[in-house]
Nanobody, 122 residues
């Protein structure tokens, strides 16, 4: 199992950028596909982006495609989410998850961080 800690959230204006980071413990980070999900108050956790173990394949939700970029550094045991052109509807708690394969469904991710709050004002 891998333990995850998210950071980088904050309060920004619409159109601004944020870079989220997820730090993983252990030596098996490269064995996991990683994903970013978000959850707004009263809503279910939704897929944002994911990246394969080697970083060669990435997938994005339609709502963030072209604005967000997921990346990973296996040497540093980190996965990042660069968020540009932020919109108020991006406001949510963002979670980092680990999966044995590249997936877009929350139930396929067995390890989660505690989340980091992203708030975008209009």
């Amino acid at each position: 199992q891998v333990q995850l800690v998210e950071s980088g959230g904050g309060l920004v204006q619409a159109g601004d950028s944020l870079r989220l980071s997820c730090a993983a413990s252990g030596r098996s980070f490269s064995s996991y596909a990683m994903g970013w999900f978000r959850q707004a108050p009263g809503k279910e956790r939704e897929f944002v982006a994911c990246i394969s173990q080697s970083g060669g394949r990435t997938y994005y939700a339609d709502s963030v495609k072209g604005r967000f970029t997921i990346s990973r550094d296996n040497a540093k045991n980190t996965v990042n989410l660069q968020m540009n052109s932020l919109k108020p509807e991006d406001t949510a708690v963002y979670y980092c998850g680990a999966s044995w394969y590249t997936a877009r469904v929350p139930s396929e991710f067995g390890n989660w961080g505690q989340g980091t709050q992203v708030t975008v004002s209009s």
